[in-house]
């Protein structure tokens, strides 16, 4: 049974960083075949999008609202997936969660990307507080 596991959630300080790592388990042989995405959802609102990678970390995406401040890297002799978060504001404060492609496809384009629905794995989320 496939199994994603977040951590590196907290408490963070406007302008600081966090890194939250995402550790899949019952993947053996095809963590590194697949696309992973991260998403976020804050107490009333519909999940969000904030970043994928395909399955050799070679092309990722990014919501609008984390662009050049989110990094999504993955390594995967290690079955993790990670996202560096620096210059955090107070919008992201939210649950975050990892997610694995549906499907078995090792890249979403970005039409699709940000849609829920094409995932198939979740992780149970870890929460980030920013303040200020």
């Known amino acids: 049974q496939v199994l994603l596991v977040e951590s590196g959630g907290g408490l963070a300080q406007a302008g600081g960083s966090l890194r939250l790592s995402c550790q899949a388990s019952?993947?053996?042989?095809?963590?590194?075949?697949?696309?992973m995405g991260w998403f976020r959802q804050r107490p009333g609102n519909e999940r969000e999008f904030v970043a994928s990678i395909s399955w050799n970390g070679a092309a990722s995406g990014y919501g609008d609202s984390v662009k050049g401040r989110f990094t999504i890297s993955r390594v995967n002799t290690r079955n993790t997936v990670f996202l560096q978060m620096d210059n955090l504001k107070r919008d992201d404060s939210a649950v975050y969660y990892c997610?694995?492609?549906?499907?078995?496809?090792?890249?979403?384009?970005?039409?699709?990307?940000?849609?829920?629905?094409?995932?198939?794995?979740w992780g149970q989320g870890t929460q980030v507080t920013v303040i200020s």
């Open positions: 997610a694995r492609a549906g499907g078995g496809r090792r890249f979403l384009g970005p039409e699709i990307r940000g849609r829920p629905e094409e995932y198939d794995r």
């Open positions: 019952g993947v053996e042989g095809t963590f590194g075949t697949m696309a």
